[in-house]
């Protein structure tokens, strides 16, 4: 199984929360792991978020940025390129998504058109997971987030 992970899901294989432990296993379960280039950055974001909120510590939140860049070479990145963002621009429309849920879809489409065969979507992300299957992708979880 081919698995493409938002940066949702790669917060999750970093951070004890809800889904952690599937998380875990479902990336184990996977052939190969890819994401969008941009989810270097929406995963720090995500963290920096969750210490301004205070549900992590910082130095939690670093441990994990340390433990994700260590793992980022290991994942298949999808460049943002003018045709990726084009095809995010159309995504954004037809599925009324924010600016990177549109980039993780179109990124997670193209990477699927690329290789010939299906690739499953991970995202806790509602709007998202509700994308992913109207276009077409089996996403991950099985059952839409809340």
Do not use: C, N
């Not at 992970?5 to 190969?32: I, N, Q, Y």
């Not at 990145?77 to 549109?102: C, H, K, M, Q």
């Amino acid at each position: 199984m081919i698995a493409y992970f938002d940066a949702s899901a790669l917060v999750k294989r970093h951070v004890e929360e809800r889904g952690a432990r599937e998380t875990l296993d479902f990336a184990a379960s996977a052939e190969v792991v890819a994401t969008s280039l941009i989810s270097r950055a929406e995963v720090a974001a995500a963290l920096a978020k969750a210490v301004r909120a205070k549900l992590l510590a910082e130095d939690e939140a670093r441990q994990a940025q340390r433990a994700f860049a260590a793992q980022w070479p290991d994942i298949a990145r999808i460049p943002v390129t003018e045709a990726l963002v084009s095809r995010a621009e159309v995504l954004a429309w037809e599925y009324a998504l924010r600016g990177y849920d549109a980039v993780q879809l179109a990124s997670a489409v193209l990477f699927q058109e690329s290789l010939g065969t299906a690739v499953r979507l991970a995202t806790f992300d509602k709007q998202l997971w509700d994308a992913a299957r109207r276009a077409g992708f089996e996403p991950w979880p099985d059952k839409a987030p809340h």
